[in-house]
Structure formats: C-alpha cells, structure tokens
C-alpha cells in the first residue's frame, strides 16, 4: 500500500480508504490510485481484510466421497450459488472416515471459514456437529437426518424413491426382485430399503430377506452383488441397487454373464448421475434434484451466516421416476 501511495502521490491512508471503501474521496484521487495498483500488480490483501471484518466469505464442503458423480453434481449447485454470492469453497472429502471428518472439520474452523456444509456427512458418530451447533457455527446438513438435532437440513424423500423404483419393477410383472444397499449406517440408505420393502408389502409379494444385498455405494460391490445373484439357482428377474453406480455394476456383470438386461434381468438404480443417460442399456433410474439440493443447501446457509437466531429450517426435495432402457416385463423362460 505505500508503494502504491508513493506512486499515486497520496497518502497510504487515502490508498486504504480507496480500497476499503471506507470514506468518500474524489474521482481524481481514486482514478490515480486505481491506477497505481493496475501499474504495479497490486490486490489487497484478502486475508488480513477478513480478519478485520471477521468474514472471510468463505465456506467449508465436507463429502465422504468427491469421486462419486452425484456428489459432483451437488457441488456444482454449491459452487454457482456461492460464485453468485461472491463466496468461496473449500471442498473436504472424508473417503466415509470419522477421523478425516473430524479433521477437516476442525481445520475449517482453524481458517474461519464462515460456515459448513455437510452433504452426506456424520454417519457414524454426529457429536461434532451437535457440538458446532451447540456453538451457533452456521452449518447445514445434506442429505442425511440426524435424530433429535434441531439443525437446518435440505433432505430427499428417500423412501418414497425406493418405492417408485420397487414399484416400477412390481408394474412390469417382476416378482422376485434384489435389492442392493448402501452403506448401514447411513440413513438414505436405509429409507431406500424402507420404500422397497413397502412396495412389496402393499403388492402381496413377501419380502425376501435373502434377496436384499448390503453394497456400498460403490461400483465394484454392484458389480460382485450381481454376481452372487446370477450365480442361484433361481436368480432374481429384476435388481434394484440404491444407487446409480452399484446398477451400472449390476449391468456390466450381467452381460459379462452372457446374459442381457433387461431381456434377462431388469436392473434400476437411484440417482439419475449424468452417466445413467449414457449407459448400454441406458439406465432407468429414480432421479433427485442433485443441483437444487447444492443451491438451496447454500442459500440456507448463506442466510444463517447472517442470521444465527432464526429457527431451524428443513427442506424436503421429491424424487421421480425415469425410464429409460433398462427395465422390461421379466423373461418367460
């Protein structure tokens, strides 16, 4: 800033009331020292700004896995709504790990970040998150409910996703029908099972406890599910895995099998991941608002930032059904 005073011909403190915006100065003077940073390759410095203002217009993403397309497609609801707001984002991947969560967490509070979002996150111990609320730290919770914690939430109606997936596969005709899950400790992935098994429940059709298969949200254990069920005696006519890439598994062991879906087998997953649409066959799958969940999560945030005393909100997002070419009316022979 002197060296910018110097070459303006001003005061460091007219330099400083340019920059901050702080007082009122003529457009000559603000002209000249407009200038003299242009000319010598001067940006304020965004850190000490921050402590000063105690902002840093900044917030934290913890996901458990960055590699999973649906998490991609969240973020980017995340990034447009900070980038619109003037925020910045650092993004956290706790590969499902407590200790990485708690790690990062504690390290975006180190840098003051100015809030948290957690998508998919605590699954396994929620105390940090009970402890940042407990402290009033701006945070909210995506796609994941945690019991009995008056936090703002943006959720999926999980359950009723499951059962349009099941249900689908009951319309068609199918009668024995997988189902592959996601991690246990996660509750989008027990709400899934929950709508399958209602589905069946409401059909007549008595709920196999062998044809439902723990996964966890990963290709390779779709992939090794489908291969235990192909490998019965009576195999099922139809999967229904609980997450796009765990069907995608389902499909490609399938025809690794010899066999074809959906002549063979029907396989529905739930996500609707960009990938679905370009699967062989492309995939039908029950699809949630991934970018909406991303934007609204933020708004909510951005708007606790600024007002810690308003009451806990939660925003439930639907899901619906889209068919494409992976499901059809099961085999006769």
């Not at 400083?16 to 100065?25: D, E, M, P």
């Not at 959906?262 to 799958?285: E, K, Q, W």
């Amino acid at each position: 800033m002197r060296d910018v005073a110097e070459r303006a011909g001003v005061s460091v403190t007219s330099v400083s009331h340019v920059i901050n915006q702080t007082r009122l100065v003529s457009d000559d003077l603000r002209e000249r020292v407009l200038t003299a940073m242009d000319e010598l390759g001067y940006q304020p410095n965004a850190l000490a700004r921050s402590l000063r203002r105690k902002e840093t217009y900044t917030i934290g993403v913890i996901m458990t896995n960055s590699a999973d397309p649906f998490f991609a497609e969240v973020t980017r609801g995340v990034e447009d709504a900070c980038f619109e707001q003037g925020y910045n984002i650092i993004l956290c991947n706790s590969d499902s790990d407590l200790d990485k969560e708690l790690f990062y967490t504690n390290e975006l509070i180190k840098k003051r970040v100015d809030g948290i979002l957690f998508l998919a996150a605590g699954g396994k111990s929620t105390q940090h998150i009970r402890t940042m609320q407990e402290r009033k730290t701006p945070l909210v919770v995506v796609d994941r409910y945690i019991p009995d914690l008056a936090v703002d939430t943006v959720l999926i109606d999980n359950a009723r996703g499951g059962w349009l997936a099941t249900h689908h596969l009951i319309e068609l005709g199918h009668r024995r029908i997988g189902c592959i899950t996601g991690p246990s400790d996660l509750t989008l992935s027990a709400e899934r099972v929950t709508g399958y098994r209602r589905a069946l429940q409401e059909a007549g059709i008595l709920v196999d406890e062998s044809l439902i298969v723990k996964g966890n949200f990963q290709y390779e254990t779709g992939y090794q599910a489908a291969q235990q069920f192909l490998a019965r005696p009576t195999p099922p006519t139809a999967i229904f895995a609980c997450n796009d890439l765990m069907a995608i598994g389902v499909i490609n062991a399938t025809i690794k099998q010899g066999w074809q879906v959906p002549d063979r087998l029907s396989v529905i997953g739930f996500d609707d991941i960009r990938m679905a649409a370009y699967t062989n066959p492309l995939l039908t799958t029950v699809a949630q608002p991934k970018y909406e969940m991303g934007s609204i999560a933020t708004t909510m945030l951005l708007e606790r930032i600024h007002n810690q005393e308003m009451a806990p909100r939660q925003k439930l997002l639907d899901t619906h059904l889209v068919v494409r070419e992976s499901t059809a009316p099961p085999c006769l022979v």
